[in-house]
Structures are given as structure tokens and as C-alpha cells.
Nanobody, 117 residues
Framework: QVQLVESGGGLVQPGGSLRLSCAASRLTFSTYAMSWYRQAPGKERELVAVITSTGGSTNYADSVKGRFTISRDNAKNTVYLQMNSLKPEDTAMYYC??????????WGRGTQVTVSS
């Protein structure tokens, strides 16, 4: 079955950086749009960033524009989220999503990001 495995989370001080990775397997990666979502305790899951299947287009939540960058390497079946200038409000579980259509929509188990001094 399809697997999405996130990594790269951790504890970082405000203003710091982290790079999340999501390795995909058992799917034709280059045909899927890839997204990062996050969910903080007591809050709904929210879309952080999305990248098209070819990597030609990206979109970001207003709260992370100018600080986060999503990218992908189709040769490595991996999507990345570079997070700079991190703020305490970025603290959340970050999830990777692969979607081609309503029937081909997959989630990873998440990686925790904590921004605290």
C-alpha cells in the first residue's frame, strides 16, 4: 500500500529553521500533487503549502508566505518543506498529503514541530 513517511521535525527556537521531508512509496509520485498540512492541539488541520505534480506551481497559507518553501524531487519520490523564521505559532504536527483525485488521496502519520525557547 501507499506509504508517506515524514521526517525532520523537532524542537527549535523562535527564529530558527527546520526542513521537513516526506518520502513516498508505492505510488506514481510524479502524478500526485503534494501538500503539507499542520494541526495544532485543539485546532483544525490546515493547509500549509501545496505543489503541483510537476513542481511548476506552488501555493501557501498566508501565515507562512515568505517563510516556508515547498519543493519536490520526483526522482527521489520526496517532497520537502523548508521552514525559516519559525514562530511559536508554527508549533503543530505536520502531515504530508499526496492527492491525485478523491480516490487517490493519502496521508502520512506526521512529524512534530515545536517552536519554543
Amino acid at each position: 500500500q501507499v506509504q508517506l513517511v515524514e521526517s525532520g521535525g523537532g524542537l527549535v527556537q523562535p527564529g530558527g529553521s527546520l526542513r521537513l521531508s516526506c518520502a513516498a512509496s508505492r505510488l506514481t509520485f510524479s502524478t500526485y500533487a503534494m501538500s503539507w498540512y499542520r494541526q495544532a492541539p485543539g485546532k483544525e488541520r490546515e493547509l500549509v503549502a501545496v505543489i503541483t505534480s510537476t513542481g511548476g506551481s506552488t501555493n501557501y497559507a498566508d501565515s507562512v508566505k515568505g517563510r516556508f518553501t515547498i519543493s519536490r524531487d520526483n526522482a527521489k519520490n520526496t517532497v520537502y518543506l523548508q521552514m525559516n523564521s519559525l514562530k511559536p505559532e508554527d508549533t503543530a504536527m505536520y502531515y504530508c498529503n499526496a492527492r491525485r483525485n478523491s480516490k487517490n488521496d493519502y496521508w502520512g502519520r506526521g512529524t512534530q514541530v515545536t517552536v519554543s525557547s
